[in-house]
């Protein structure tokens, strides 16, 4: 089977970093796109990040200048540098990833919780 594994979420002050990892483990076919979501709780999930396998990247409005999203070498693993954290910020953080079959990956969400 094929999963994807999040980790690196955890509580901070305002102002703080955090940087989330979400790994590829089972096989799977090379992943063309990456993406992060968020969900807060009363809101639906929005995107907050993607990545495509050549490397191009689009954010959220908030999310620019203070996210970055990245990929390893061999494109099985995506990270999320989230620094100058917001209240707003706290959600559950997911990681999503598309291979060439257009199969997609869901991870299991991580909470990120942004204190003043």
């Known amino acids: 089977q094929v999963q994807l594994v999040e980790s690196g979420g955890g509580w901070v002050q305002a102002g703080g970093s955090l940087r989330l990892s979400c790994a590829a483990s089972?096989?799977?076919?090379?992943?063309?796109?990456w993406g992060w979501y968020r969900q807060a709780p009363g809101k639906q999930r929005e995107l907050v990040a993607t990545i495509t396998s050549r490397g191009s990247t689009n954010y959220e409005d908030s999310a620019k200048g203070r996210f970055a999203i990245s990929r390893d070498g061999a494109g099985n693993t995506v990270y999320l540098q989230m620094n100058s954290l917001k209240p707003e910020d706290t959600a559950v953080y997911y990681c999503?990833?598309?291979?060439?079959?257009?199969?997609?990956?869901w991870g299991q969400g991580t909470q990120v919780t942004v204190s003043s």
């Open positions: 089972g096989r799977i076919s090379n992943i063309r796109s």
């Open positions: 999503k990833a598309e291979d060439r079959y257009r199969s997609i990956y």
